[in-house]
């Protein structure tokens, strides 16, 4: 966060308790003294009358903070220099909102704490206006607070406040986390001055950019005696940095003890033991070195640690490590808040996707149940003419017994194999109809089941050819039997010319009929393929479905518009089913063929 985004919360916070009305504007006198006081205590020459110059063209009300932030850019901000003790702007800002803002009934804290806690609250807070902190900074902030007075930090406390939470908006404006830390409701059991002092470590941390700080034991440069002293590692940045050093410490009204700024001119070095005195280190400034002895050798160690990081941040010209870790937190949440943009944007397209699919799907089911229907209603119709025909055959066949006795055990034998027959067509044809429903639930495998299906349409194409050579010789045999019985024998040779080419129509067919099984059996191989792929299609929908919640396959369609025909739906291509028309009318209006 730069210079002047830092300075720009604390502005907001003093033009918002000014806008009493919540109106979003301010009057100019009311503009005119924050000015003034932001001037002085940025140490910037102040021109009393650019305000008035700035809007002379506009009316004698309230000016909004759009209005506002031109004058603060060009007058102000653009020329401050960071000369100027940050605690005093702060602090004055702070005397403005505060007293509209601040709720000091019940608060465990005084108001010395309360600024504390909303410079951390500024230093936290994103860089959005209204200025609010979200969830994860509040967190981290109570976690430093609550390590700071040498508590532990409970998870389950916490997760139990941020249900508490809106659900909308999971975060906290800066009146609304000084009451949660003045009512004590991360630090019960623990009194005001240790409250206090983990607010002030705490803001000493990430205001002040304390890397470290605590009792040590110093060695006098005079008397020679060991000394029990407070000292405390800050990270100073200046243009050029030089070693500063007034008597033995450097006294600063804000801490109650006396301390030493390190810089960058400073090397530490580790001593041995000596005197009496263990885990001994010493501090070289330019004309003066300072023997140490921590308490312990961890502490001594995190010292000289800290003194070296100290050094080695001002010499990159890198910010306190605090600064990088705010950073990185806000970098990872717009990484995520993107992500999460991103899933829902995907997960309404698909869910769109879905919808568009399920329609298209419900119609394509319309289609294809009126498809079936009519294609049961054609084959109705056809059974019915077919049964028609046979009956009418049948009473031929009974009018011929009284002219050929001879043949009729023969024609009932070929009666009967035509029932037979008969009887083999509609069972084809009920196993037509069962497969057309299993067409119809695995549409994924249409490809398969339409080569069976022309294979199958091939088959019954030569029965019905050989069926009209059958008829043909049926109706030769009734011209010859009306013959006189002068050609009786004549019509016997020819009968039995006839009945062995019957006899091989026979076997034709029946070679036909193997044929069709075949097909059949491969067909049913096929549909068990399909069924456990289907099988393990649902396993996997179902794994999807678990794992991913919205999602849903969408199983492709038919990728061309379906014929229906009485063979099935899709039985033949277009180019087939014209060829098909074609040689029909040619047959239909060819003579019958003298035998």
């Known amino acids: 966060m730069g210079l002047r985004d830092e300075l720009l919360k604390a502005i907001w916070h003093a033009f918002t308790a000014l806008d009493v009305d919540k109106s979003g504007k301010v009057s100019k006198s009311q503009l005119k003294v924050l000015s003034h006081n932001l001037c002085t205590v940025m140490k910037i020459p102040h021109d009393p009358v ?149 607010i002030n470590e705490v803001f000493q941390e990430l205001i002040l950019d304390v890397l470290k700080q605590g009792y040590m034991m110093k060695k006098g440069h005079k008397r020679k005696n060991w000394t029990e002293r407070w000292f405390l590692l800050n990270l100073v940045f200046t243009v050029t940095l030089i070693c500063h050093f007034y008597g033995d410490f450097i006294l600063m009204d804000t801490f109650p003890f006396p301390l030493i700024v390190m810089t960058s001119r400073i090397p530490v070095q580790s001593l041995p033991d000596k005197e009496g005195k263990k885990c001994l280190f010493y501090v070289k400034c330019s004309d003066k070195s300072f023997e140490v002895s921590a308490s312990d050798k961890k502490k001594k160690q995190e010292w000289i640690q800290g003194i070296q990081t100290c050094i080695t941040l001002l010499k990159v010209g890198r910010p306190a490590p605090h600064h990088e870790a705010r950073q990185k937190r806000r970098e990872l949440r717009q990484k995520q808040q993107a992500e999460q943009e991103e899933l829902e944007l995907r997960m309404r397209e698909l869910q769109t996707a879905n919808e568009n699919k399920q329609r298209e799907l419900e119609a394509m089911r319309k289609k294809l149940e009126e498809a079936a229907a009519n294609a049961a209603e054609e084959e109705r119709r056809r059974l019915q003419t077919q049964s028609e025909l046979q009956d009418l055959y049948r009473v031929e066949m009974e009018k011929e017994k009284m002219v050929r006795q001879q043949m009729e055990e023969q024609v009932a034998q070929k009666s009967s194999e035509l029932e037979q027959y008969l009887q083999r067509v509609r069972e084809l044809e009920n196993m037509y109809h069962r497969l057309e429903e299993a067409l119809e639930e695995e549409r994924q495998a249409r490809q398969d089941e339409e080569t069976v299906r022309k294979l199958q349409a091939r088959l019954l194409e030569e029965e019905v050819s050989k069926r009209a050579e059958l008829e043909q010789i049926h109706l030769y045999q009734q011209q010859t039997i009306s013959q006189t019985q002068a050609e009786k024998q004549e019509l016997e040779r020819e009968r039995l010319v006839k009945e062995s080419a019957l006899q091989s129509a026979m076997q034709q067919l029946q070679q036909l009929e193997d044929d069709r099984w075949g097909a059949l059996e491969q067909y049913e191989e096929v549909m068990k393929k399909l069924a456990d792929a289907a099988n393990n299609t649902k396993s996997w929908k179902d794994k999807v479905a678990h794992h991913e919640g919205l999602i849903r396959l969408i199983q492709p369609g038919p990728k061309y518009p379906q014929k229906i025909t009485n063979w099935g739906p899709a039985a033949f291509t277009e180019t087939e089913l014209s060829l098909r028309e074609k040689d029909w009318q040619e047959k239909k209006n060819r003579p019958p063929t003298p035998q």
């Open 50 to 198: 650019a305000l008035e110059e700035h809007f002379r063209d506009d009316d004698e009300g309230p000016v909004s903070n759009q209005g506002y932030m031109p004058y603060l850019n060009r007058f102000i901000l653009d020329k401050v220099q960071d000369n100027f003790d940050r605690i005093d702007f702060n602090r004055m800002c702070w005397t403005l909102c505060a007293r509209k803002n601040l709720n000091r009934n019940h608060l465990l804290i005084s108001d010395d704490d309360a600024f504390k806690i909303w410079c951390i609250f500024n230093f936290l807070s994103e860089d959005r206006y209204p200025l609010v902190m979200v969830s994860e900074e509040i967190e981290y902030f109570l976690r430093k607070l609550t390590e700071a007075m040498g508590g532990s930090w409970i998870e389950e406390k916490f997760e139990e406040y941020k249900l508490q939470l809106s659900s909308k908006h999971q975060c906290l404006n800066v009146w609304e986390l000084i009451e949660l830390v003045g009512m004590g409701h991360f630090s019960k059991g623990m009194d005001r001055q240790t409250l206090s002092m983990g």
